[in-house]
């Protein structure tokens, strides 16, 4: 038989219809028993009543439509969702709009230099010390052997090259220290990460733009899943204070890989491949469903309660694992969403990621206030809606 | 359905024909690939919730038109990336939260409030001078809600609505808002509390 403050405790999810069915025999058992409990449950069932006829003073109306499918189309114009949905306007009208784009920043650029002849002057020398230098650089690399590329550093990994593979020249040491340090425990626990900045991705997309002139297979299509398949490769890599050595395969998974370069003269070509549902944003999306499960796991998880036992340290070293992976991961798809422009995936991936490095720098046996510090965190920041969002 | 479709041909409703005929999923697949018409469906199915949603959220016609737009402009952008399309009715809400919250920090931020009493009241009063007298208790009931919802604290009044207003399941405000189901339950107790206490007194005189 249940009592009273059992039934009060349930009887908003009863009315909701949100309890289990054993539950809601029992409430329903009570109700027809108890007059005090069924006065609660008519009280809920008149609010309701009331809560129904609540009008708004609001109506959709053509017109939020209009305003809704003109805003669309004035972003599409304006490239600004170009790269994240297909648009509400046709093929011709973007094309004009881009070539409009290109013309109005031509036009800036050279309006820029018109009354600065010194500064144009020097752009010129530049540009022709530039020339000759990749002439010098192609001529140089014609001497040697197309598959491999000699490394000076014994740190340096290369892949397998059964394909025919091209070296990317030594990127300029360019790298950053990601810090963590584990306040709580008062020890200093350093991470040190080392990672490209964005000026090494870019210098990679220019090498293969150069080599694509020269006439290597490559397309388009292929360069973000590329950027960060090299960008990965770095970060496996670790600490690293010389030059590095990447090396491209053929890929087998690049259905666009096979193309000639003589095919993608034209521009047209060149939109079409790029217009190629490429994984990018699929990468960020699963990525960020993966964090999701982790963090949601985390949250759910009782960590530190049960001291350090030898489960609850199994828990928190599965978390801090796939937090590390996914770590890695993140830095590797904010170096792509940099390169793409891609600013909110890079703002979804920056919120993300001082969670994973709080999580990964977990003790095996957190203390209870560790982890609701995190917990908290999380909470405040909304950082799962954020994710689930996205 | 054949019969049914035909029905309601006749019966001269050939959009609501057209959403009938369409799932989330297809809509969005649909839209996906720059269907315009696809997309209108998407919006004409959930324009009304979501504008109610936000309406009650910031208290304001005018910002919740604007902010509606705003969430289905945000939507159409993300479409690309929605990976269950047969959540896309959570997704919107849960985008259409996002953005009555961005709005909302932006008032406190500026400094503008609401003032629910004064525009509760002000708008039934404003309401009532207009209507018939039958009417007007309806209207000042309708003030009177709106301001009591606007003394809610941000998550109160989000689960209050998702669940009272608009009637959602637990399991899909915890989705939309990332709230776990604990949580939004005490919430849901308290502001039902809440407006119990601001509005009870309606409960006799409007049956």
């Known amino acids: 038989m249940m009592r009273c403050e059992e039934c009060l405790a349930v009887i908003e999810e009863f009315f909701d219809g949100e309890t289990d069915a054993q539950t809601g025999v029992r409430v329903s058992t009570h109700l027809s028993d108890c007059l005090g409990c069924a006065a609660a449950f008519d009280t809920l069932s008149e609010e309701q009543q009331l809560f129904t006829r609540y009008e708004r003073d609001v109506e959709v109306t053509p017109a939020l439509w209009q305003a809704v499918r003109t805003r669309i189309a004035d972003e599409a114009c304006e490239g600004a969702i170009a790269s994240e949905a297909p648009l509400l306007v046709s093929l011709p009208v973007r094309r004009a709009s881009l070539v409009a784009r290109v013309h109005a920043r031509l036009t800036n650029v050279l309006a820029t230099f018109a009354p600065r002849p010194a500064l144009a002057g020097s752009l010129a020398l530049l540009l022709i010390v530039a020339f000759v230098g990749a002439l010098w650089a192609t001529r140089l690399r014609r001497t040697e052997p197309a598959a491999e590329v000699a490394s000076n550093n014994s740190d340096t990994r290369r892949a397998p090259s059964s394909a025919p593979s091209v070296a990317i020249a030594p990127l300029p040491p360019t790298t950053k220290d990601v810090e963590v340090s584990d306040q709580s425990e008062g020890a200093s626990a350093d991470l040190h990460m080392m990672t490209q900045d964005n000026s090494a991705a870019k210098t990679l997309h220019t090498s293969k733009e150069a080599r694509y002139e020269r006439g290597v297979t490559f397309v388009l299509a292929g360069e973000v899943s590329r950027t960060r398949a090299a960008a990965a490769e770095v970060m496996s890599i670790g600490p690293f204070d010389t030059s590095v050595v990447f090396v491209e395969h053929g890929s087998e998974e690049d259905p666009l890989a096979s193309i000639q370069p003589a095919q993608l003269d034209r521009a047209d070509d060149v939109i079409t491949a790029k217009a190629v549902p490429d994984s990018g944003e699929g990468e960020v999306a699963r990525h960020v469903e993966r964090a999701q499960t982790l963090l949601r796991s985390f949250k759910n998880g009782r960590y530190g309660e049960g001291g350090a036992t030898a489960a609850a340290v199994s828990n928190i070293a599965y978390e801090k694992n796939l937090s590390r992976k996914l770590l890695n991961e993140n830095l590797a798809l904010q170096i792509e969403a940099d390169s793409a422009d891609d600013k909110s995936a890079r703002q979804v991936l920056d919120a993300l990621e001082p969670f994973l490095l709080d999580i990964a720098n977990l003790r095996d046996g957190p203390t209870r206030e560790e982890v609701r510090s995190i917990k908290e965190r999380m909470r405040k920041k909304e950082i799962i809606a954020a994710l689930q969002v996205y | ?207």
């Open chain 2, 1 to 207: 359905m054949r019969q049914l479709v035909a029905e309601m041909a006749e019966a001269g409703a050939p959009r609501h024909t057209a959403v009938l005929l369409n799932s989330a999923g297809e809509l969005v697949a649909r839209a996906r690939t720059g269907d315009e018409d696809a997309f209108r469906l998407i919006f004409e199915r959930y324009a009304r919730p979501v504008l109610s949603f936000i309406y009650d959220m910031v208290g304001e016609r005018c910002a919740a038109e604007e902010l509606t737009q705003e969430t289905f402009v945000r939507a159409y952008r993300s479409l690309a990336i929605l990976r269950d399309e047969t959540k896309l009715s959570t997704w919107l809400f849960g985008i259409a939260k996002n953005v009555a919250r961005e709005q909302l920090r932006v008032r406190t931020r500026d400094g503008a409030h609401i003032s629910a009493d004064e525009e509760g009241v002000a708008c039934a009063l404003r309401d009532g001078a207009r209507s018939p007298a039958g009417q007007l208790l309806d209207k000042e009931l309708n003030g009177i809600i709106r301001a009591a919802l606007l003394k809610l604290d941000e998550d109160k009044r989000i689960v209050f609505t998702l669940r009272v207003l608009q009637g959602h399941s637990y399991e899909e405000i915890a989705e939309i808002t990332g709230f776990s189901v604990g949580k939004l339950k005490t919430d849901l107790h308290r502001a039902r509390a809440e407006m119990r206490r601001r509005v009870g007194h309606y409960l006799g005189e409007n049956q």
